[in-house]
């Protein structure tokens, strides 16, 4: 199982280029930490997530980092045209010296951002698959020609070609067809913080059904912090959490209320953002804790790679937590 830190580029200060730089400065600890991976999160008008960018910000890091895989975690396909996806990615590639991988995601539960890139909700999905079978095509091949339902192009090479012959793809969704097509392609998997370890399970294994060569490209993300007792990570952590559950809550609400279609209420089952289902599901505790929780995970999904997001509001508390971790966490798991 490989380490990786996952960045939101969070502004817990109100002062963006702090935030900007403070993350990538936690980028360069873990590498010097030896972690194996990063993944940049999309987030798009919002005050406390400041990567709207995201693909700059790989590039950014690409030029300050120099072993670390750099992952995109993940593309919001559907509010991109995929032509242009594709020459980036090609690009950044380059940029890390074949160091990329590429992880796609349809975006939500944010209305916003489907209302201002002009794209319905109940497309996003279909968007999205469509996408990322066009951008393979472009990365691979000369002379692409293309018909879908949103896209399309004619006779089309796109340059510079990536260094990587394939660019390690993962698709962040539970969803049935999606599920389906990334492991029809031997695509990874990623998990959000907010997963339930149930939802987790069933969607590794409707993979693994139908392609269990893949079954170790799957990618969770969880919330974390350590410390050395119980109460200090938890107290830590917790300001966080809290600001996470109150916007991910709302956002929710506002999804089901102007959904045209009836929508299931989130449960426990699944995805919740209650605060205290957050903790438990959460890597956040003493050590002997956050082994055991992450010792569940491996033993449960068979993971290949756990991506720590660090949750306290402190950059040093932070890097303490990720020294802690690789001192007496990361050789016990």
């Not at 409707?206 to 912090?225: E, H, M, P, T, W």
């Not at 109460?231 to 830590?236: L, Q, R, S, T, Y």
């Not at 109150?246 to 209420?265: E, L, R, Y």
């Not at 937590?321 to 050789?331: A, G």
Request: proline share 5%; charged share 20%.
């Amino acid at each position: 199982m490989k380490t990786g830190l996952f960045c939101n580029y969070e502004n817990h200060h109100q002062d963006a280029r702090r935030a900007i730089f403070e993350q990538v400065l936690l980028v360069k600890q873990a590498e010097n930490l030896g972690f194996e991976e990063a993944w940049i999160s999309e987030h798009h008008f919002s005050q406390s997530n400041l990567s709207p960018s995201m693909l700059l910000l790989v590039a950014h890091l690409a030029g300050v980092t120099s072993t670390i895989r750099l992952g995109t975690g993940a593309v919001l396909l559907p509010f991109h045209n995929p032509i242009r996806v594709a020459e980036d990615i090609a690009t950044l590639d380059n940029l890390c010296s074949g160091r990329l991988a590429f992880g796609i995601a349809k975006g939500g539960p944010f209305p916003e951002q489907n209302q201002h890139f002009g794209v319905l909700m109940q497309e996003s999905r279909v968007r999205m698959l469509e996408a990322i079978a066009l951008i393979q095509k472009l990365l691979y091949e000369t002379d692409v020609s293309f018909n879908g339902q949103f896209y399309q192009c004619a006779d089309l090479t796109v340059y510079p070609q990536p260094l990587q012959k394939p660019i390690p793809v993962y698709i962040a969704s539970g969803d049935d067809d999606a599920i389906r097509y990334a492991a029809d392609n031997s695509f990874g998997l990623m998990g959000g913080p907010p997963f339930s370890l149930t939802r987790l399970k069933n969607t590794v294994s409707k993979y693994r059904q139908i392609n269990d060569s893949g079954a170790d490209k799957f990618l969770l993300a969880r919330f974390f912090f350590v410390a050395k007792t119980y109460d200090e990570a938890v107290n830590e952590a917790l300001p966080f959490i809290r600001k996470f559950s109150q916007k991910m809550i709302a956002n929710s609400t506002q999804v089901m209320q102007n959904s045209p279609h009836p929508q299931k209420p989130y449960d426990q089952t699944n995805i919740c953002f209650e605060e205290d289902y957050l903790l438990e599901n959460s890597i956040i505790g003493d050590v002997q804790t956050c082994r055991d929780k992450i010792k569940k995970f491996q033993d449960e999904l068979n993971l290949g790679t756990i991506a720590l997001k660090p949750s306290s509001l402190s950059l040093q508390k932070n890097i303490e937590s990720l020294q802690r971790y690789n001192q007496e966490v990361r050789n016990y798991v």
